[in-house]
């Protein structure tokens, strides 16, 4: 079975143009239109039920469905009350994708498994898999996205400095966090079948900068390290550790950047345990030694150089 996701590349924001809070006695029932926009809605209580072209949604509280333009919309008379939020929003280049689980699965290890985002070329750079509808849990639902939503609906009233685009940053905030409930519910925290890799990729990311052995990954999975490496490798295509030493020797490039840290400096900041080895290793990885690499950077950053 196929499921409908708005596909959006993060090179852009999507723009807002209208955001407000809806609260109607019961009977409700929304009425016919074709959307010229993208219109999102969130159910914070009661019950509605919303007909687009050919699908009836029953939406209850906690219920997000994504509308998309060009398409006619209306409601069926529900014996409810509904209280909920919508914005309205363009954005360039987004596009319907029908996925089942597999594809699903397949695109959210692929595009996790760059170490860095500048490792990506356009047709793999971080993207948006937005669900066209999803039922959030009450924890996330109640202290995260309500939460956003009102503050959003708060700001649309009010005039500031930047508020446009703070309110399409706080939207695209709302839109992340709730395709990251999805990826959380998709995706086990801990190793089942299929779907470990993207865990292991998350724990390394966030634990470079430490020492990471066999034993120490056994320990948070509580699997056979050379079982986890041997589903890594044929889910990402390197072993574990080689992906570690990638993502390590690209945030090093981020700190030789800089110009502002010794290599001691740097072996400690990305889990080598002192420069020398830090040297050694990023030779072997790049063809020349870190400070070879740093003169060349400078170098090409002429004048413009700090």
């Known amino acids: 079975m196929k499921n409908d996701y708005l596909y959006q590349p993060l ?47 029953t939406l209850r509280a906690g219920d997000v469905l994504l509308l998309a333009p060009g398409k006619t919309h209306f409601g069926i008379q529900s014996n409810y009350n509904v209280n909920y939020y919508f914005v309205h929003f363009q954005w360039d280049n987004c596009k319907i994708l029908s996925l089942d689980d597999q594809q699903y699965r397949n695109k959210i290890i692929l595009e996790q498994s760059f170490t860095l985002p500048s490792e990506a070329d356009s047709n793999t750079t971080e993207s948006l898999l937005f669900p066209k509808y999803i039922h ?62 993207l865990a292991v990729i998350s724990y390394l990311k966030n634990h470079y900068f430490e020492k990471i052995t066999g034993e120490r990954l056994e320990k948070e999975f509580h699997h056979n390290f050379d079982y986890m490496n041997r589903k890594f490798k044929g889910t990402i ?20 950047a800089s110009g502002r840290f010794t290599l001691a400096e740097i072996a400690e900041r990305t889990g080598y345990c002192n420069g020398f080895y830090f040297s050694k290793q990023f030779k072997k990885h790049e063809q020349i030694s870190p400070r070879e690499y740093q003169e060349q950077l400078l170098q090409s950053l002429g004048p413009f150089k700090e």
Not at 34 to 48: C, E, F, P, S
Not at 146 to 170: E, F, G, K, V
Request: aromatic letters at 14%.
């Open 136 to 197: 959030l849990s009450n924890n996330t639902f109640s202290y995260e996205i309500i939460n956003i939503m009102a503050d959003l609906c708060q700001l649309y009233q009010t005039s500031h400095p930047y508020q446009q685009t703070y309110l399409n940053c706080m939207f695209l905030l709302l839109l992340i966090k709730i395709c990251r409930y999805k990826i959380d519910s998709f995706f086990p925290t801990k190793l089942a079948g299929d779907f470990f890799p």
């Open 11 to 57: 090179m852009t924001l999507p723009s807002t143009s209208l955001i407000g809070e809806v609260c109607i006695p019961a009977p409700n029932k929304h009425f016919r239109r074709t959307a010229t926009d993208w219109i999102l809605y969130l159910i914070k209580d009661g019950q509605m039920q919303l007909q687009e072209e050919h699908t009836l949604y």
């Open 237 to 256: 295509g390197c072993t574990i550790f080689s992906f570690l030493e990638q993502y390590r020797i690209q945030k090093s490039k981020t700190l030789l």
